[in-house]
């Protein structure tokens, strides 16, 4: 039985991983024929879709570590996807004056092509046991640089949403009210803002010490 519950684990996660995989491949290529053919204030249009679906999707990373499919720490997980999601759906679904900022199209570059190497990464462990060396390398290297190029647009798209926020009540809880309760999203994305101050820094040392520990197990083996 329980030989039966790993295979179909291995399988279920093979699935998942190559699923968000191809997402993240068509937004990449999306992206970047944009990019060439129509320029970046279109780029947001041509992914939107795709992109959308393939970062919501992240969701299910949370739920795998809360089950036990996966090894990965939802302390760790957690805050990555949530701030993904505030990014997709609080500012560029909700906001759409900042659609045709340049930093859309370094946020879905930079994105696609970590997550693109990360899903090929455990997609390949879950149905072959293993991963080649070189992509190993790949998913614990990039991040050095396609870590800080996605936080700095995620933090400026949230920057540039700030006048539009403040000038609607989109999200906004008003008082008075039968909850007796308020809530305004203006000051909630600032908030949100300044999590990243010692959130990134966090994280990024977090990455470098995964780094360290995996390639040195790989140079071990």
């Not at 609080?90 to 199209?105: K, N």
């Not at 780094?211 to 140079?219: G, I």
Request: glycine share 6%; proline share 5%; hydrophobic share 45%.
């Amino acid at each position: 039985m329980a030989g039966f519950l790993s295979t179909l684990r291995r399988l279920y996660l093979s699935i998942y991983n190559w699923t968000v995989f191809y997402g993240w491949l068509q937004v990449l290529y999306l992206a970047l024929k944009t990019l060439n053919e129509s320029g970046h204030e279109k780029v947001y249009d041509a992914v939107e879709k795709p992109l959308q679906l393939a970062q919501t999707a992240a969701v299910m990373e949370i739920l795998h570590g809360l089950v036990g499919l996966v090894r990965s720490p939802v302390s760790a997980t957690l805050p990555q996807i949530s701030s993904r999601l505030f990014v997709t759906w609080g500012i560029l679904w909700s906001f759409p004056e900042t659609r045709t900022h340049l930093l859309v199209s370094s946020l879905v570059i930079s994105w696609s092509i970590t997550e693109i190497i990360r899903y090929s990464f455990f997609g390949m462990k879950e149905a072959l046991g293993v991963a080649p060396s070189w992509l190993l390398w790949l998913r614990y290297s990039t991040f050095l640089v396609l870590y800080p190029t996605g936080i700095t647009s995620e933090v400026g798209l949230i920057y540039t949403a700030l006048p539009y926020i403040k000038g609607s009540d989109k999200y906004c809880v008003r008082m008075p009210n039968k909850w007796n309760f308020s809530f305004d999203y203006f000051y909630a994305s600032i908030l949100a803002l300044g999590i990243y101050v010692p959130g990134s820094p966090h994280m990024y040392q977090y990455m470098l010490g995964q780094r360290k520990k995996a390639l040195s197990k790989s140079k071990r083996e």
